[in-house]
C-alpha cells in the first residue's frame, strides 16, 4: 500500500492544475475583452487557435515524453517533465497578462491578437509537458482499487482548494478597470503555483520498480505515434470518456468564465464579490466527498458513478440562469458544488480503469498518448467556451460600455443553461458508450498483475 503521504503529496498536483485553470477560465477572455479592448471575435479566434494548437501537442507530447525523459535512469521517464514543466509554465502565465500597456487594441487590434495568441500557446505547451505526464503517473504508481479511491479522494480534497483558490485568490489582486492590476494578479498566481511544486515533488518521484519498469519497456521499439492513436481511438470505453470530459470542461469553463460577467454585469458589483460566489462552489464540493464516496461503496462501478454525477451538475447548473441576486447565486453554486465533487471523485480512478484495459489489450503501457488525447479533448473546451460567448454575445449585442437586458440574459444563458446542456448531453452519450462493469475491471487488473506492466 503507498504511504499517505505520498497521496496527499501527489495529490498537491491537482491543486496546481485546478488553481491555474480556474484563474486562466475566469479572467483571460475578460482581461483581453473588456480590459485590453480586444473584441470578442479576436478574442474567440486566439482561443480557438489555442485549442488546435492543443489538438497537435498534447498527444505529440504524450508520445514523445512516453519514449524518454532526461536522467530517466535516476529518477524515471516522468518526473523531470512534470518539475520542469511546472515551473516554466507558471513563469509563461505572467506573460500571458503582460500585453504592452501602449498598444490600442480598439485602433490596431493585430498586434494584441498575436500577443493572446503566442502568450497562451506557449503556457498550453508548457501545461501540457506537466499535466500529460503527472496524469501518466497515477495509472502506473496507483495500481489497486483501494489506493486509487484513496488517492482519489485526498486528491479531490486537496484539488477544491485549488479550485477555489483559482477563483478566490485573483479577484483580491485585480479591480475591474485597472489593466495592470492584472499583471500583479498573475505574478501572484505564479509564486503560489512555483511554490506549490516543491510540495508535489515527493508524490510524483518514482520507485525502483517503476524506474526498472520503463527501462524494459524502453529497449522495445514503440509502434509509430499514428498507430498508437488509431488503436486508442478505436476503444469505444476510452471514447466515451473523452468525450464526457469534453462536454464536462466545457461546461464548467463557460460557468467559471461567466462569474465574473455575472458579478460585473449582471449584479453590478465589484471584483470581490465573485469570491464568496466562488466559496459556495468550494463547501458544497467539499459536502459532497463523503455522500458520494457512501453512495459508491453500494453501486461499486466508477464509471456509472460519473453517470450520475454528470447529471447532477446539469440539474443544479440550470437554475443559475434565473437567479436575481448575489445571495441566491453564492446558494446556487453551493448545491451546484455537490455535483462537482462527484465526478471530480470519481474522474482519476474511471480514468484509471480506461487505461487498464488499453494496457492490457495493446500489452503495452502507452499512457501517456491515451492522457494525450484526454488533455486534447478537455483543453479543446476552451475553444467551446470562447465560441459560446462570442456567439451569445454577439446575438444578444453584448457591448461592455452599454450593457442593455438582452445582453444580461445571455450572461444568464452561458452561466447556467447552456452549461447543463453540456453536462446532460456528457451523461448521456456516456451511458450509452460506456462498456466496462465491474467483472470486466476486474479481470483487466487480474491480467495486469500478471503481466507487470
Known amino acids: 500500500m503507498v504511504k499517505k503521504g505520498i497521496m496527499v503529496s501527489y495529490g498537491m498536483g491537482k491543486f496546481i492544475a485546478e488553481f491555474l485553470t480556474g484563474a486562466f477560465g475566469s479572467i483571460v477572455f475578460m482581461f483581453y475583452e473588456t480590459e485590453v479592448g480586444l473584441s470578442g471575435a479576436y478574442a474567440a479566434l486566439a482561443t480557438v487557435i489555442y485549442s488546435v494548437w492543443n489538438a497537435v ?18 529518477f524515471g521517464r516522468r518526473f523531470v517533465w512534470i518539475m520542469g514543466g511546472l515551473v516554466l509554465c507558471s513563469l509563461a502565465f505572467i506573460m500571458i497578462f503582460s500585453v504592452p500597456a501602449s498598444w490600442d487594441a480598439k485602433k490596431q487590434p493585430l498586434p494584441v491578437f498575436l500577443w493572446m495568441v503566442i502568450t497562451i500557446c506557449l503556457y498550453d505547451g508548457l501545461y501540457s509537458l506537466w499535466e500529460v505526464n503527472y496524469q501518466s503517473l497515477y495509472p502506473d504508481k496507483f495500481r489497486t482499487d483501494k489506493e ?13 482548494l485549488g479550485i477555489a483558490a483559482g477563483f478566490i485568490i485573483p479577484p483580491l489582486f485585480f479591480s475591474y478597470g485597472v489593466r495592470a492590476s492584472y499583471q500583479v494578479c498573475a505574478i501572484v498566481i505564479a509564486a503560489i503555483s512555483i511554490a506549490c511544486t516543491l510540495g508535489l515533488s515527493y508524490g510524483v518521484s518514482e520507485t525502483k520498480q517503476m524506474i526498472n519498469r520503463f527501462s524494459e519497456q524502453h529497449t522495445k521499439e514503440a509502434p509509430p ?20 470530459l469534453f462536454c464536462y470542461q466545457s461546461g464548467c469553463m463557460l460557468m467559471t468564465a461567466s462569474v465574473n460577467y455575472v458579478v ?8 470581490t464579490q465573485a469570491t464568496p460566489i466562488f466559496a459556495g462552489m468550494l463547501v458544497g464540493t467539499l459536502l459532497s466527498i463523503l455522500l458520494w464516496t457512501r453512495i459508491a461503496k453500494k453501486i461499486k462501478n466508477n464509471q456509472r458513478m ?4 454528470s447529471f447532477a ?19 446556487g453554486m453551493t448545491l451546484w458544488g455537490l455535483g462537482f465533487g462527484g465526478f471530480w471523485t470519481f474522474m482519476s480512478p474511471a480514468m484509471a480503469d480506461v487505461i487498464d484495459s488499453l494496457v492490457v489489450e495493446q500489452k503495452r503501457r502507452d499512457d501517456g498518448v491515451v492522457l494525450g488525447i484526454r488533455a486534447f479533448f478537455m483543453r479543446f473546451s476552451y475553444a467551446s467556451q470562447a465560441i459560446v460567448f462570442f456567439v451569445v454575445h454577439k446575438l444578444t449585442g453584448f457591448d461592455d460600455q452599454l450593457i442593455t437586458e438582452s445582453a444580461r440574459w445571455g450572461i444568464r444563458l452561458h452561466m447556467g443553461l447552456i452549461p447543463a446542456v453540456f453536462f446532460l448531453l456528457g451523461g448521456l452519450l456516456f451511458l450509452r458508450m460506456n462498456r466496462l462493469d465491474a467483472d470486466q475491471i476486474e479481470k483487466n487488473r487480474l491480467a495486469l498483475s500478471q503481466l507487470d506492466i
Open 148 to 160: 486509487r479511491t484513496t488517492t482519489a479522494a485526498i486528491g479531490t480534497g486537496i484539488g477544491v
Open 306 to 309: 460519473l453517470i450520475l454525477s
Open 264 to 271: 460585473k454585469y449582471v449584479l453590478g458589483g465589484k471584483s
Open 57 to 74: 501537442n498534447d498527444p505529440i507530447i504524450g508520445y514523445m515524453t512516453n519514449k524518454t525523459a532526461p536522467l530517466s535512469k535516476k
Open 313 to 331: 451538475l446539469a440539474l443544479f447548473a440550470l437554475p443559475l440562469t434565473f437567479l436575481p441576486n448575489a445571495g441566491s447565486f453564492i446558494v
Open 225 to 244: 505515434f499514428f498507430s498508437q492513436m488509431r488503436k486508442a481511438l478505436k476503444n469505444r470505453n476510452l471514447l466515451a470518456f473523452v468525450i464526457l
